[in-house]
């Protein structure tokens, strides 16, 4: 199993212990509000992601063949999609990134629960994560 299997088994342990979508929400929006700080200066439209409802800018940075990367949205819910995002993805190794199948979103269920506006932004950021990985590798 590589580092985003482990991470994706570990997210899908933690939306385990919840009974209903409410609670997985609230739990989604608390994730976000633990994003790190995101310099405004790194809002530009290079950085912007198109494709979301929401207002999302992405900053990559590769190093040693691994892709790290920040976001942040001015929306609660897609705040702490952004938060899982980097929990499966950022840190890891950019040709792990590019292979990986993003295996945690049926499992979990947001394919199901999530409007079709916010499924189309967490496709659009994993598709810029795994562009950036991409030049990364």
């Known amino acids: 199993m ?4 482990t991470a994706e088994g570990e997210l899908v342990e933690d ?3 919840f009974e209903n979508w409410v609670d997985r929400y609230q739990y989604i929006i608390d994730l976000g509000k633990d994003l790190p700080e995101f310099p405004d200066e790194w809002r530009t439209e290079d950085n912007r992601i198109h494709g979301c409802q929401s207002q999302v800018w992405l900053k990559t940075h590769c190093q040693d063949g691994c892709l790290d990367f920040m976001a942040v949205s001015d929306s609660a819910i897609v705040s ?3 938060a899982i995002l980097m929990r ?3 840190g890891k190794s950019a040709a792990e990134i590019s292979n990986a199948t993003p ?3 049926s499992a979990i269920g947001l ?3 999530l409007s079709p506006t916010r499924s189309n932004g967490l496709s659009s950021m ?3 994560i795994k562009s950036a990985a991409g030049a990364c590798a």
């Open 2 to 5: 590589n580092e985003i299997q």
């Open 15 to 17: 939306f385990e212990l």
């Open 80 to 82: 702490g999609l952004i």
């Open 103 to 105: 295996e945690f979103i």
């Open 126 to 128: 994993i598709q810029a």
């Open 88 to 90: 499966v993805y950022s």
């Open 111 to 113: 394919d199901e629960h």
